[in-house]
């Protein structure tokens, strides 16, 4: 299952040049993950309090077909992929709202669950096992 995320370019999310800086598309398709937890009521402010586990992104990629600028319209489309009993990644297409066939750019993140005092991998909390399995 995919997720969809809405989002209007801002002018804080572009640099000099006009475009958006290739780090704030990390950052936006944070915001899809943090809305598609919250869209299966999973509670965001115990979720990344929780002291017995933390889930890192351990990598990020992006890749631009178009640049994207200040008053576009996206969506973000999200996949997630459980990848064993501790990792999961993302795969997230940003594509033009007025036009859902026009990708603009892709990216990927990878999450490892870990414990935040050995710093040491540890299984999946419950209610991520239950959202990767939802989609």
């Known amino acids: 299952m995919t997720h969809d995320y809405s989002r209007t370019i ?11 800086y290739f780090a704030h598309v990390l950052s936006m398709c944070h915001e899809a993950y943090e809305a598609a937890l919250e869209a299966t009521g999973i509670n965001l402010r115990e979720f990344f309090r929780d002291a017995a586990a933390a889930i890192p992104i351990v990598r990020g990629e992006v890749d631009f077909f178009r640049p994207l600028f200040c008053g576009d319209e996206i969506l973000i489309r999200l996949s997630p992929q459980q990848l ?3 990792e999961f990644e993302i795969a997230y297409q940003i594509l033009s709202a007025t036009d859902l066939n026009q990708c603009l750019a892709s990216a990927k993140t990878r999450h490892v669950c870990i414990n935040p005092a050995t710093r040491r991998r540890i299984s999946l909390p419950e209610s991520m096992l239950q959202w990767l399995s939802e989609n």
């Open 84 to 86: 064993s009993e501790n």
């Open 10 to 20: 801002r002018l804080v999310d572009t640099d000099a040049a006009g475009v958006v």
